[in-house]
């Protein structure tokens, strides 16, 4: 069974970057779509950015266009976000999550697998 698990979150100030992880085990990464989600305190699980199986498409919400870019690494069974020029609004709790599929959307009830989750706080 894929686990996913994510890492590289923590505080940051504004207009400050950060990488986000998502480290897979159990099973090989690549025919699994990913997609980065996040949910600020109060707010509904968005959908962020997403990747396709083999990395040739990816999709980005548009609050996060020309910020944050998403990768994948799947001889490492990795999937990056990198996020620039933070905002305060960007703070909320980020997941990964994993779809058997070329790609998976930005919908969040399109994937199967997901992390538990690592914070981002961005403030000064």
């Known amino acids: 069974q894929l686990q996913l698990v994510e890492s590289g979150g923590g505080l940051v100030q504004p207009g400050g970057s950060l990488r986000l992880s998502c480290a897979a085990s159990?099973?090989?990464?690549?025919?699994?779509?990913i997609g980065w989600f996040r949910q600020a305190p109060g707010k509904e699980r968005e959908g962020v950015s997403c990747?396709?199986?083999?990395?040739?498409?990816?999709n980005y919400a548009d609050s996060v266009k020309g910020r944050f870019t998403i990768s994948r690494d799947n001889a490492k069974k990795t999937v990056y976000l990198q996020m620039n020029s933070l905002k305060p609004e960007d703070t909320a709790v980020y997941y990964c999550?994993?779809?058997?599929?070329?790609?998976?959307?930005?919908?969040?009830?399109?994937?199967?697998?997901w992390g538990q989750g690592t914070q981002v706080s961005v403030s000064s």
């Open positions: 990747i396709s199986s083999s990395g040739d498409i990816t």
């Open positions: 999550a994993a779809v058997f599929h070329r790609i998976g959307g930005l919908g969040q009830g399109n994937y199967d697998y």
């Open positions: 159990g099973s090989t990464l690549d025919y699994w779509a």
